[in-house]
């Protein structure tokens, strides 16, 4: 792949002349166009930094030069999203406060869910899982988690922020929490709104310090219940009982938010960290559900982290002494850069560029675009050895099918489906939204997700998509192959992969999609026969999409 | 004794497709193809199925020593109640020193038959209370080692060679496979026995079946890589799955599985073994043990998820009926809790719990392992219970003794089981 190598050298360099990411974005934009970009360069950034090619779209990047759409990735608030946006309105709890979602979706009576329990236990009822938790008619309060998934979908197909969307993914994933964990029912959506979103190329810190200090996450992880040792509760259920330190989200923090497991902490780190957070609680039952800090829960004392002392009487701020501990520590840069080459460039990174991405974070303070820039700068990024080497993420999978395929949402009154069977599909794989019991979030490597199962999922959701079987989701193969001759099967099989994959399937790929044309099942011969009057078209797409190079990016 | 069950025939194709009990027309392969192969060791076709209950389950609420006074006395509100304190739910005794858990009535039964045994205070060498960590030990074998690329079942399996493999040798139910059987012996994960095929629009006859030959010639380049390998492997299982038709074996003896996700799959690995797939190993998560606020005693939210397995594994157990004297449930889980509870009436990650064993060649009605006490001077780190049996030693007994994986096999590298002290859980 010769153009490869030459094309990349340009590109860096283009990216290097439009600055760092706080760098005003309409220089850079306007920074002469880089010529030429081979297919694989554009294809490579498509896949990496968006949800995969649309019909069209590699052209779209060329004529825009690859360092500007980057940079324009980089700064999405100043892409224009209205259509994408219109469309969420279809799913109105991504929207709503915190207040309006417990008092919409009320809690089922406990009474009635020990004796569904009951019953399943038993082996009586209907089988397990969400959807029958409420009464028929009560509003579902799994609605809420179900349409921050299917929203997700969407945005992943059609948003045109399409790295603002990997971010988010990347970065909830990060600081998982899990929906199905009593409060976090109703906090997942203003978390993913209030706490990741506004962040993904922010700074590092303000992510830590958004999720730590979010319902969601002080819920998740037990901290709101965290006080200091020998604490009697005064009021409540808990009255007259002794309370004391919760060392889950401490051990997390360091584990997983930050230093990383190999980083450097012990258990006596865990144990004072969870001593600064105390008291950091949220108004919950009762109240506005809103952070709160419990100065009558903090442990005054002096705390000793990581070789910092943190100054006794602290109060609240013990936690943000902490926060700014942990986000400069050299681990905390090493697992950050260590996730997002891993997630951006290949399962085992190259230590040279976790190196470089590293010191960016250290440098620049934790500012994730920056980290961004350096990994899309990168030799690492655009090497032979990149291309291709990772392994599609179920929803990714998902996502970029729709988009080859050039999806649309389905014209039926009232529809909202799309991005529920979206999400249901990437679910069947695996991958179902926000439902990753532990606070690793979903893995990004291909050891997690190739496998039998995942793999016959991967085939079978090609063929929904391609025969229109998914709800809500229109595609139109007859038009992707528009022109052709459709009683030249070899013709339409071209212009397919053209469209779809940029023709980028290996030679003995394209032999076996062209064998098919064989088949009698594929291509429909005209009543006299006399040869090939229609070709299956659709058939053909699924194949493309199920085939093994479609599974990776 | 008796012979082996399960009939192997296999014929050569890119790889091997193993047909067990299966006749060749019946999977739609020339007869001329199928040569009989060995039938591997002498003995009957043994199962093991490993259940992991990810997010560290309490061992001192699961199987309480009521017998140790510093128990009750580490656990003002979440003990479990003794056998004879008078309560109306309380623990269910063992031995007089040790007690189920009032959930785990529906297993108390194999124990009176001696089918059910527990070994205390079993966990890792490596006192990591990162889950993660301690799953990925357990799964690889390895504690403290993070390189091994592979699962200790997977290991364990290979140095158990068979002339023919089967797709189905190992099975885990649920979409992602488990670090215990990554590796070299080609593990099947499926998320449902049922969903197991190429589906295509109904509107063609033939159309499914031609989707599938158009995967699998996709899938069948002679490229060496993890995607074609398993595409490969996903074909020989959809064939071979699709002859055995698991999905017609209902339970038998009465049994009910609770309508839970693991009760789903333990019905699905009993279908498994019933269908005669040559089923060496199956795995099986049951989560939700992470309980650090809120735990519950005799009722409440570990109660609940004890309740569930429990009565999954009392459902399988009736399901299989004879055919569990051939196969042993191993229960697992990366390290216990903290002994005192905490301040959430929870408890916090800790070093040692309990696990379960359950079959035919179970010397059951005993609880193993040498118990290290809860007094505050006896616990490990003044805080957690100590490991006295390290988990590899059990393992090692279930792969050796009831898999009949070869002892000098090294499956648990770097691991020398103590000398001349074998836990004899199984006979």
Redesign the interface.
């Known amino acids: 792949m010769r153009p490869w190598r030459v094309g990349l050298a340009l590109v860096a360099v283009a990216l290097v002349v439009s600055g760092c990411g706080t760098a005003p974005v309409a220089s850079s934009v306007a920074s002469p166009a880089i010529a030429p970009e081979s297919d694989e360069h554009i294809l490579h950034v498509l896949n990496r930094l968006a949800y995969g090619p649309r019909p069209g779209d590699v052209e779209r990047v060329r004529a825009m030069g690859i360092g500007a759409w980057i940079e324009r990735q980089l700064h999405p608030d100043l892409i224009a999203d209205e259509a994408i946006e219109r469309r969420l309105a279809a799913y109105p709890t991504i929207a709503m406060t915190t207040d309006d979602l417990f008092r919409e979706y009320p809690r089922p009576d406990p009474a009635a869910v020990a004796r569904r329990r009951e019953e399943m236990l038993r082996g009586d009822g209907a089988p397990d899982g969400m959807a029958r938790e409420a009464a028929p008619g009560e509003p579902r309060r799994i609605m809420i988690a179900a349409e921050l998934a299917a929203a997700r979908m969407e945005r992943a197909v059609w948003s045109e922020r399409q790295l603002q969307e990997i971010l988010v993914d990347f970065w909830f994933n990060h600081f998982n929490v899990y929906a199905q964990k009593d409060a976090v029912r109703w906090l997942i959506s203003p978390y993913e709104r209030e706490a990741i979103r506004p962040h993904v190329l922010g700074r590092f810190r303000d992510l830590v310090l958004a999720t730590a200090r979010h319902p969601a996450m002080l819920f998740y992880l037990d901290n709101w219940l965290s006080t200091r040792a020998g604490l009697v509760a005064q009021a409540g259920p808990n009255r007259g009982r002794r309370l004391g330190l919760n060392e889950n989200y401490a051990r997390e923090l360091l584990e997983l938010h930050t230093l990383g497991v190999d980083g450097g902490y012990t258990q006596g780190d865990v144990v004072e960290v969870a001593r600064a957070f105390t008291g950091w609680s949220f108004a919950y039952p009762q109240g506005d559900r809103q952070f709160v800090f419990r100065p009558r829960a903090h442990d005054d004392g002096d705390k000793r982290v990581l070789g910092h002392v943190i100054a006794a009487g602290g109060g609240e701020a013990d936690g943000i002494a902490v926060i700014d501990i942990v986000t400069r520590h050299p681990s905390t840069a090493r697992t950050i850069a260590t996730k997002l080459a891993r997630r951006f460039v290949s399962d085992d990174p190259p230590p040279s560029l976790v190196d470089r991405v590293a010191r960016t974070y250290q440098d620049t303070d934790g500012d994730i675009r920056a980290m961004m820039l350096t990994i899309v700068r990168a030799r690492e990024f655009w090497s032979e050895a990149a291309y291709r080497a990772k392994i599609k993420k179920p929803i990714e999978l998902v996502a970029s099918a729709a988009r080859a395929l050039d999806a649309s949402v389905g014209s039926e009154p009232g529809l909202r489906s799309a991005g529920f069977q979206l999400a249901r599909a990437a679910s069947t794989l695996g991958e179902r939204l926000f439902n990753a019991q532990p606070p690793t979030g979903y893995p990004d490597t291909a050891d997690a997700w190739v496998n039998t199962g995942a793999l016959l999922g991967r085939m079978n959701f090609a063929l929904s998509l391609a025969q229109n079987r998914v709800p809500g989701v229109r595609v139109d193969v007859e038009r992707l192959v528009a022109g052709a001759d459709r009683r030249k099967p070899e013709e339409v099989l071209d212009r397919l992969l053209a469209v779809t994959v940029h023709g980028q399937v290996s030679a003995r790929t394209r032999e076996i999609l062209s064998a098919q044309l064989r088949d009698p099942a594929i291509v429909r011969l005209t009543a006299d026969d006399r040869g090939p009057a229609n070709t299956d078209v659709e058939k053909l797409a699924a194949l493309v999409l199920g085939s093994p190079e479609f599974q990776r990016k | 004794m008796g012979m082996e069950t399960c009939v192997r025939r296999s014929f050569l194709k890119g790889g091997a497709l193993a047909l067990c009990g299966l006749t060749a027309e019946a999977a739609g392969i020339p007869r001329f193809l199928v040569r009989t192969a060995h039938a591997g060791p002498a003995g009957r076709r043994k199962a093991l199925v490993a259940v992991f209950q ?2 560290a389950v309490d061992g001192l609420s699961m199987v309480v020593p009521h017998g140790d006074p510093a128990y009750y006395a580490a656990r ?2 979440i003990a479990i109640g003794a056998p004879a304190s008078g309560k109306s739910e309380t623990a269910i005794d063992l031995d007089g020193f040790f007690a189920f858990h009032p959930a785990l009535e529906p297993i108390k039964p194999l124990w009176d038959a001696r089918r059910l045994a527990v070994v205390h205070a079993c966990g890792s060498p490596v006192s ?6 301690a799953q990925d030990y357990m799964e690889t074998g390895t504690p403290g080692v993070k390189t091994t690329p592979d699962g200790w079942l997977s290991r364990g399996l290979v140095a158990r060679a068979r002339t023919s493999p089967s ?1 189905f040798r190992a099975v ?1 139910l ?4 488990p670090r215990a059987l ?1 590796g070299e012996v080609g ?5 449902s026995v049922n969903d ?6 109904v509107s ?1 006859m ?2 499914g079946v ?2 599938r ?3 699998e ?3 069948e ?1 002679g ?1 060496r ?4 390998g ?2 490969r ?2 074909f020989e ?2 064939k071979m799955l699709k002859a055995a038709d698991p999905r017609k074996f209902e339970p038998a003896n009465g049994a ?6 693991f ?2 799959k333990l019905q699905q690995v009993a279908q498994l073994v019933k269908a005669d797939v040559c089923l060496e190993v199956a795995f099986v998560d049951i ?2 043990w ?1 309980t ?2 809120g735990q519950g005693n005799e009722r409440g939210q570990l109660a ?1 998820r004890l ?2 397995l429990s ?1 999954g594994l009392a ?1 399988f157990a009736r399901d299989l009926g004879d055919v569990m004297e051939d196969t042993l449930v191993l229960t697992m889980s990366e390290f216990g809790r903290t002994v005192r509870e ?5 408890t ?2 800790g070093h040692a719990t309990a696990m379960l064993v359950l079959g035919g060649s179970v010397r059951g009605g005993r609880v193993y392992g040498r118990w290290p006490g809860l007094a505050p001077e006896q616990l490990f ?1 003044e805080r957690d219970l100590a490991v006295t049996t390290d988990f590899r030693q059990l393992f090692a007994e279930v792969a050796f003794e009831h898999l009949g994986v070869p002892r000098e096999a090294k499956i648990f590298p770097g691991f020398a089981p103590p000398r001349g002290t074998p836990l004899g859980v199984l006979a």
């Open positions: 990810r997010g003002a509100s990591t209370r990162s889950h993660f960590d797709p885990a649920g979409p992602q496979l990554r593990a099947v994960a499926m998320p197991f095929d190429v589906r295509s629009d063609a033939a159309s031609n989707a030959r158009g995967f010639a996709l899938y380049q490229v890589d993890v995607i074609h398993t595409g492997e996903t299982a959809v009910r599985y609770p309508r839970t996700d009760g789903e989560a939700g992470d650090h606020a609940y309740a569930d009565h459902a905490n301040g959430n009436r929870g916090d990650h780190e």
